[in-house]
């Protein structure tokens, strides 16, 4: 596996396997990797001749109040997992590598960065999109894997790539869950045992989400509250949002007759998790 | 010279020409070409394997009480006019292929589209940013080409390309003028011929201001006040306006002791036009 910190080595690497003709599939990832990213870089293995796995912690899509400083890390592991999972070239650049001058560019996809996550995360998206379409001009991939846990980011890059016109196939991954499911995602880490229990709520009260749409449940309100019902009965938990939002524009629906999200976001204690389930799946 | 209008059969040629290993110069314009387009297209010869140019007249960065339906086209004397400057390809895209979609993703380049310009046509850069991204992926030249006339949308483009990490030149040509010393530039023609005569005063100002820079005067104001009184000299002129400022960042400077633009917009009767000149050259 190949190891590169500038952006100068990736290209060189990039531009040796285009001139070979060999398709690329890129997995972007912020580090202390887990299944959710290992089922990416499969699929991605599956799809493409090289693998490249992106590791970087995006500082600009964090807020001040946010845990960037504490976000966890574990560089050495990341790689070897990487290279276990046969990944082709890990690209791993410092900040300084990546924002080389004071970053004055910067991508904002409208209306679908307004709620959700959002709304709650200012300038959140904002900072996504652009580090993306940075390391998508980096790496040139032909495709490029997320995972749908985190939904809004999913349809937002689509959105991005699509209005932009990247010639970037972006590929939506099933969210990977513990056993008891809980969605994988490293901000799992900063949970205490007595928080990790509790924080099966949120995929507990997405089942019973799912239950009520799949008996015919078209009322969105009605799903809404059965969710926060159930969060509310554990004591460690306490709501940020939970929305059901059309898949294409994620706006808030009240009648379910189209493809939607629910999704929801929980502090667990200190700990901010999301999770969502799609309804008719985006990928029918 | 090939004529193509889809995005898809732009995109085939230039793969095309990158399997051969040639390279790419893009020239994007909005049309009713004249000399300072043309020059463009006579550096891009010069320094690229392949030229394409781009012409599309971009909805997005008008503003609704702007020029964009009565803007001048000739799209047959433009094809012809590049096809006698050696342009390998020319890219005319209509609206609807350009925008399949509601667009809902932007680029700003914050700082550097709040003057100038940016102050006065609300939204204008944004949109410029966002088509020339665009370009950039469907196209993915090694050298683009623009003109020193639109001096702020230079600096912004290059911002955004360093910032985004396009693997792209952006390459700087110098303003074509008339024999009499005006700008070259689409608008002109809409001058009546009373206006056009008047419209040398962009240029003739600007002669002062340079003429007191090589003398040494560092003071802004005082070279600011030379080209204001210069232009109300003329009786159809009226300032947007008239400005000094730092050539890195765009913003305004009291004292002259860096590389600077002389910037200024100008309305003839109805018509606005731009100038500038820019001292101790961008590329010494």
């Known amino acids: 596996m190949i190891n590169v910190a500038t952006i ?167 969210i990977v869950r513990e056993k008891d499911g809980l969605a994988m995602s490293s901000r799992n880490s900063y949970l205490s045992k007595e928080q990790r229990q509790s924080a099966i709520i949120l995929y507990k009260s997405l089942e019973k989400a799912k239950t009520l749409l799949e008996s015919g449940q078209q009322n969105a309100d009605i799903i809404i509250k059965e969710i926060t019902k159930e969060i509310n009965k554990e004591p460690l938990a306490r709501i940020d949002y939970v929305e059901i939002v059309d898949q294409t524009n994620l706006q808030k629906v009240n009648e379910i007759n189209m493809q939607v999200i629910v999704a929801l976001a929980v502090f667990i204690g200190k700990v901010r998790l999301i999770d969502n389930i799609f309804f008719k799946e985006i990928n029918r």
Chains 1, 2 share one sequence.
């Open 8 to 174: 100068k080595n990736a290209r060189e690497q990039i531009n040796n396997w285009k001139k070979q003709g060999l398709t690329i599939g890129l997995v972007p990832t912020m580090g202390f990797l887990h299944k959710g990213h290992i089922s990416l870089i499969e699929k991605a293995k599956m799809e493409n001749d090289r693998v490249v796995v992106s590791i970087f912690l995006n500082p600009i899509q964090f807020s001040p109040n946010e845990d960037y400083e504490k976000y966890p890390k574990d560089i050495k592991k990341d790689v070897q997992m990487c290279e276990n999972a046969k990944t082709d070239m890990v690209f791993c650049p410092t900040v300084s590598e990546m924002y080389q001058t004071k970053n004055l560019a910067y991508i904002n996809v409208n209306e679908l960065s307004n709620n959700l996550c959002g709304a709650k995360r200012q300038g959140h998206f904002k900072g996504v999109c652009t580090v993306v379409a940075k390391l998508f001009n980096i790496l040139t991939p032909n495709k490029a894997y997320f995972g749908q846990k985190d939904a809004q980011q999913l349809i937002l890059i689509k959105k991005m790539a699509e209005d932009l016109n990247f010639n970037i196939e972006i590929v939506a991954c099933p």
